[in-house]
Each structure stands twice: as structure tokens, then as C-alpha cells.
């Protein structure tokens, strides 16, 4: 939330318009955010996306692609780098995807775009697509959530069908990054105990054993690749891993 405070002046929304928006739900707060939201730290950095795209190259080229709550649209600029068909953007708030679409219009020589206005925990597709992607939204859902969530991402899947997102080391217990989200998640279940609507947004929730046990009992096959442009930590782990979750042919 800081960072986002931090943006330009004139751009980036004011401390007022993100009290607001925290006090409504998660539709309706994306809805209030959405003009600005590409000026805030919410949306996936280039440095991230690009990685992502170098990372999913080598395994495709692929045909058709679904962002997986797309926001404006971040993740369907990876999708245009490696899909070769039709692209597609899910995401339930209308004022994301109006902003998504807008800006959209003005990029020459893109292929055709979907917007599709829909909760992804009830994806309105077949078995259509041969990659989907999601970034940033995970803390959007509550653990009890997820294996839904992953079971619909499965079902829009062809056989064969990649489910990828990155995936950031935790923080480690005790440093700056660790305390700063432990305070975050903290306010917000306080915030949620005591305030309707419930705005679901935490850090601490999407670990990745759990994630990885999540896709298996949806029916993928998992596997994991560092995203090493994003750098290593000091004990030599990656700060940044793909997951790729494959659904069986
Ligand atoms: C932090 S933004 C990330 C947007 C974009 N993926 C990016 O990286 O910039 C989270 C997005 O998830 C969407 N979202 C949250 N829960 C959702 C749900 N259940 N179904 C569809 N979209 C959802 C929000 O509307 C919002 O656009």
C-alpha cells in the first residue's frame, strides 16, 4: 500500500481513495481503483513479466491463452508473446477490464483480445485453452478456496494444458519484508472481523508446498523453475520460482 502512495503525484491514488477502496469489497474496491491501478506496486512489474515470457517460451509456442484475473491486463502482455491464437482476460471487476480494454485499443498489431467480466471461481469456458496464466491475485482467495480454483483452471485446460504463475520465497522469519507482512495480514483479519464486506487480501497464505498439494488434488502434474533474471538470495535460493502445473494428456 505504500509503495502504491508512492506513485507520481497526480497518478497514483490518494491515501483518502485507498481507505475507500479497503472498505469495500474486492469487486467493488478494484472497480474504485481501476482508473489508477496501473500507476500502483499492485500491478506485476515488467521485470517479473518478463521473466515469466522468457521462462514459458522454451515450452511453447502455445495456441490460446487465459489470464486468470487479469486486471488491466498485465499478464495478457505475456500472452501475446507466446500464444499465437486468440487471448483471453478473465477478471470480476467491470471497471479492471474497462480500463484493460481501453488501453488495449491503443496498442497497434495486437492479436484479437477477450475480455470476459467473470468470477474465477466459475470459469465460463470449456476446455479451450492451451495456457493460462494469473499474477497477483492469489491472496485474493481464502485457502479453502484454492483447490476450487485450481480444479476450474484444470477444466478450461486442454489436455496437455499448462497452469503457470510465479511464486515469491517467503520472507525470512525476522527480517523487515516478514514483519511488514505479518502487519499487513494481521490488519486485515482484524479489519475483516470487524467490517462488511469482507476484503480477502493476504500475503501469507500462498505457500507453496501447499500450493503444489492444491494442484496435484486438482489433477496436475507440478514442476518448478527458478526465474534466475529475478536474482538468488544469499543462501543461494531463487527469489522468484515458475510454476508449472501441466494437466495429463
Ligand atoms: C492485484 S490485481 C492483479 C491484476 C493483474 N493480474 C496484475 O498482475 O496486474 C488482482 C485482480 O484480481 C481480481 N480478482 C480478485 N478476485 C477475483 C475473482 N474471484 N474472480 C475474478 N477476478 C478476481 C481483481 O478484480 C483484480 O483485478
Known sequence: MLSAMSAPQGQGPSFRELVVQALSSVERGYDLLAPKFDHTAYRTSASVLDSVAGALRPLGPFRSGLDVCCGTGAGLGVLRRVCRERITGVDFSAGMLAVGRDRSRTVPDIPPTHWVRADARALPFGPVF????????????????????????????????????????????????????????TAMRVRNAVWRPRFVMYYRTFRLADVREELIGAGFEVGLRALEDLGRRADGSPRCRLVVATRPV
Do not use: C, K, N
Not at 492451451?130 to 485446460?157: K, W
Not at 486442454?158 to 520472507?171: C, E, L, T, W
Open 130 to 185: 492451451d495456457l493460462a496464466v494469473s499474477f497477483g491475485a492469489f491472496g485474493h482467495f481464502l485457502p479453502r478456496e484454492r483447490p476450487g480454483l485450481f480444479a476450474q483452471v484444470h477444466s478450461v485446460l486442454r489436455p496437455g494444458g499448462r497452469f503457470a504463475f510465479p511464486i515469491v520465497a517467503p520472507a525470512r522469519p525476522g527480517s523487515r519484508p516478514y514483519w511488514s507482512l505479518l502487519a499487513f495480514d
